[in-house]
Structures are given as structure tokens and as C-alpha cells.
């Protein structure tokens, strides 16, 4: 929960049983002519949904980030939508990423 509404930080979950990484479900949206956040469950804040690409060939060790990489197909999906620039401390912003790899 963030300030009141129901939000899903890394990962997003449908139900009890199917949890899945927002960025994984977002790229593929986005590969398949969906909306970005299709099927990504009934929240209204996601976060931290970067992720390390699955979906690209496996030599492409690639990073997805979808305020970065994706914000074209965002904006043209969601017009009204905010996004917020959070600034961190790069090192620590690393080593908490690290601890989220696959």
C-alpha cells in the first residue's frame, strides 16, 4: 500500500498463486502490441520495474526499465499518467539491484 492505494514494487501478483516481475510482463506486453501494464494485476503505483530482459536473445544480457526504455509506448497507452524521478545513490542503487538478479 502507498499512501492509501494498493502497489506493486519488482514483482506483481494475480492471485495467490501467480507472481511474476512487472518488467518481464511489461517488455512482453509491449512486444505484443498490448498496453504496458496488461494483465499486470489492479494496482495504481508500480515501482521499481526494471528488470534483466528474458525476452531478448540470451547473449543479450540486456537491462528493461520501462520509464527508460519503454516511455513512448507508456505515454501513448497512459496520456494522464505520472512518473516520478527518484534519485538514489548509484553504488547502493547497484547493490540493491544485485540482490534481485535472476
Not at 509506448?73 to 494522464?80: D, N, Q
Request: hydrophobic share 30%; charged share 25%; glycine share 6%.
Amino acid at each position: 500500500i502507498c499512501s492509501g492505494h494498493l502497489a506493486a514494487h519488482t514483482f506483481g501478483r494475480l492471485n495467490q498463486t501467480t507472481v511474476f516481475r512487472l518488467g518481464d510482463r511489461i517488455e512482453n506486453n509491449i512486444e505484443n502490441d498490448r498496453k504496458p501494464f496488461e494483465g499486470c494485476g489492479h494496482y495504481y503505483v508500480w515501482s521499481d520495474a526494471g528488470t534483466v530482459s528474458q525476452y531478448k536473445d540470451e547473449e543479450d544480457n540486456s537491462c528493461f526499465y520501462p520509464s527508460i526504455h519503454a516511455l513512448d509506448a507508456l505515454y501513448r497507452a497512459y496520456p494522464e499518467m505520472t512518473i516520478l524521478l527518484l534519485r538514489r545513490n548509484v553504488t547502493k542503487w547497484a547493490s540493491s539491484v544485485t540482490r534481485y538478479a535472476y
